[in-house]
């Protein structure tokens, strides 16, 4: 090999060198994983599970605990939104006890022993537990609100589960199309949402609300609401022919009173449980305030 032609050689072996050193590094994208049926507790011999959604290449992504909705009686775990996974969040969606087998508060003993577990379990599964958000859609958005600002309340901590030691606070809440006051929704109701919301709530609490007044307070978010409340996101159509308007500026309220910080995104036009809420600027809204509460992926 002539002299020239060996610097030839040499000047593009180290050209190939500096072009690979400069590249972008490149990893294997780890998949998203679901573990579904995890029991997180045997109430009265019966077991009853969540679903856990492990985002794609996200090492230890923040917790979301969804609860669905289905007027406190129906609905499953099936039912998430899943762009919270897509956007990097983990997300466990739970069964809990409907107001069919337990009048309240059985259903929120329940989701809190779900939030014990996924705590006791982070280091199996990766995911953060400093910062755990709770979101929740229509009676799942009332659920998630009263579970959020009931951090520590006895009368509601129940004893289900097998890791009692474990705390079941939230940091954050997100309520779409939620209840936040059982002593006004009915009076507040249209005719379409006193014929789903009577029956719902008679069947929740075992009597009307106003037969039952305490428990219809212990049941209201509004009534839990004080100085430790984790920051809230409430979400509502204006055109909302089921659960009451009213209901998300009670909230509002409430908060303001208390000096926490709440954020109101009313959708313009939008009924119930309508797709506008989870796609384009609302999903963005949500997001953002999820990272500004719990965190980043």
Avoid at 93 to 119: C, H, M, Q, T, W
Avoid at 143 to 160: D, F, Q, R, S, W
Avoid at 180 to 189: E, G, K, N, R
Wanted: proline letters at 7%; aromatic letters at 8%; a negative charge.
């Amino acid at each position: 090999m002539g002299t020239t032609m060996a610097v030839s050689v040499r000047i593009a072996l180290v050209s190939c060198a500096l072009a690979l050193a400069s590249a972008p590094a490149t990893s294997a994208v780890a998949p998203a994983r679901d573990f579904t049926d995890l029991v997180y507790a045997t109430v009265a011999g019966k077991p009853f599970g969540l679903d856990l959604h492990l985002p794609a290449d996200v090492a230890h992504p923040p917790l979301l605990v969804f609860v669905h909705g289905g007027a406190w009686t129906t609905g499953s775990k099936t039912q998430y939104p899943t762009f919270l996974m897509q956007r990097g969040f983990a997300v466990a969606s739970l069964d809990f006890r409907s107001s069919n087998e337990a009048p309240f508060p059985a259903d929120v003993f329940d989701i809190k022993a779900g939030i014990r577990y996924l705590r006791a379990k982070a280091q199996v599964y990766g995911y953060r537990t400093d910062r755990i958000g709770i979101v929740g859609a229509s009676s799942g958005g009332h659920l998630a609100a009263l579970v959020g600002v009931t951090n520590g309340v006895a009368a509601l901590e129940g004893t289900e589960g097998d890791y009692r030691n474990e705390s079941s606070s939230i940091q954050a809440i997100v309520s779409y199309f939620g209840a936040s006051d059982l002593t006004t929704i009915l009076a507040q109701s249209t005719p379409v949402g006193l014929a789903v919301r009577e029956p719902a709530l008679k069947r929740l609490l075992g009597a009307a609300p106003d037969q039952v007044p305490e428990l219809a307070k212990l049941a209201s978010p509004i009534f839990h609401v004080d100085g430790n409340a984790p920051p809230i996101m409430l979400l509502h159509g204006d055109q909302d022919t089921q659960m009451p308007l009213n209901q998300v500026y009670e909230m509002q309220w409430a908060y303001e009173q208390a000096g926490k910080h709440v954020q109101v995104l009313i959708l313009h036009g939008v009924d119930h449980d309508a797709v506008p809420f989870f796609r384009d600027a609302p999903v963005d809204r949500v997001v953002q305030f999820l990272h500004d509460t719990i965190g980043q992926p």
